[in-house]
T-cell receptor, first 112, second 108 residues
Framework: EADIYQTPRYLVIGTGKKITLECSQT?????MYWYQQDPGMELHLIHY???????EKGDLSSESTVSRIRTEHFPLTLESARPSHTSQYLC???????????FGPGTRLTVL | AQRVTQPEKLLSVFKGAPVELKCNYS??????LFWYVQYSRQRLQLLLR??SRESIKGFTADLNKGETSFHLKKPFAQEEDSAMYYC??????????FGSGTQLTVLP
């Protein structure tokens, strides 16, 4: 079934740890996005990719990095997690010829 | 830069009453407008797009270019409509800019 998957769904980790949030989609989409969202607040775009080996930073400055080696996979990495990174991270994708985005279930990250 | 404004953070209505969630945008070109909804413990999902001119779950939204608005309306609210609603727009960069959201509560 076509879907967007994010793992882990919840992550509690200590300061200074390196973490990777996984996002994969079986939608056949070429465009993928990462958003950061604090509870009850708006979504902020932090990274996007329009295809393999193409990544760009979004409107919100983020210390995270992303890679797009395969069309269906768009992982986000934090080299050294800090409490300020505590947030929900949403992955999304969209297909050619449309701006409609479809979202994954999100990863709720807590950095102690 | 694009901006989407949702002036109401919280909105409560009684079941069966009409509901209108306001959305104003700023973009000089021809934007594409969306409403997304997030029910409790569910992922963010598309509710409707203005280009489709459709009615989903009884909701409609009309693009008013003169007032730069895209308000979401439903004539008779149901308890299952309680959710967080986000208005979004895409512009020349083909990315979505989201509003801050409106938490709708439909009271029994």
């Amino acid at each position: 079934e076509a879907d967007i998957y994010q793992t882990p769904r919840y992550l509690v980790i200590g300061t200074g740890k390196k973490i990777t949030l996984e996002c994969s989609q079986t939608m056949g989409h070429d465009k993928m996005y990462w958003y950061q969202q604090d509870p009850g607040m708006e979504l902020h775009l932090i990274h996007y990719s329009y295809g393999v080996n193409s990544t760009e930073k979004g409107d919100l400055s983020s210390e995270s990095t992303v890679s797009r080696i395969r069309t269906e996979h768009f992982p986000l990495t934090l080299e050294s997690a800090r409490p300020s990174h505590t947030s929900q991270y949403l992955c999304a994708s969209s297909g050619q010829g449309t701006d409609t985005q479809y979202f994954g279930p999100g990863t709720r990250l807590t950095v102690l | 830069a694009q901006r989407v404004t949702q002036p109401e953070k919280l909105l409560s209505v009684f079941k069966g009453a009409p509901v209108e969630l306001k959305c104003n945008y700023s973009y000089s070109g021809s934007p594409e407008l969306f409403w997304y909804v997030q029910y409790s413990r569910q992922r963010l999902q598309l509710l409707l797009r203005h280009i489709s001119r459709e009615s989903i779950k009884g909701f409609t939204a009309d693009l008013n270019k003169g007032e730069t608005s895209f308000h979401l309306k439903k004539p008779f609210a149901q308890e299952e409509d309680s959710a967080m609603y986000y208005c979004a727009t895409s512009g020349s960069a083909r990315q979505l800019t989201f509003g801050s959201g409106t938490q709708l509560t439909v009271l029994p």
